[in-house]
């Protein structure tokens, strides 16, 4: 049986996957206002890269940037593994999702490879 936390994050990462940034971001949001101190940082910085990733694939690059890298920051505090979500794999998809909104600043392009949006991976116990 899961606990309502517990529903909510698979809920969130779900929306997540599916590439429905702005409803998981609700759900990470409303998670954000009700954990604990601890929990705070880690359902922040789950909200930043769900608003990055809404960025990115609506054409909003520079806020694309600053909400992925703002994301990775705090949740580089629960490496490697945090609520059975595999932190390193996101913030590793993340950085190189960043990488690559980076070259299209240089290459002047708003034309993001889709394939490149990362993937919340709950980790099997």
Known sequence: MFDKESLDLLNGVKLFNEHDYFSAHDYFEAMWN????????FFQGLVQISVGCFHAVGGNLKGAISQLGKGVLKLERFLPDFKDVDVLKLTEDVKLLNKKIDLLFVAASKNLDLNLLPKINIKKK
Do not use: F, R
Not at 34 to 41: F, P, R, V
């Open 34 to 41: 009700e954990s604990s101190t601890t929990d705070k940082l």
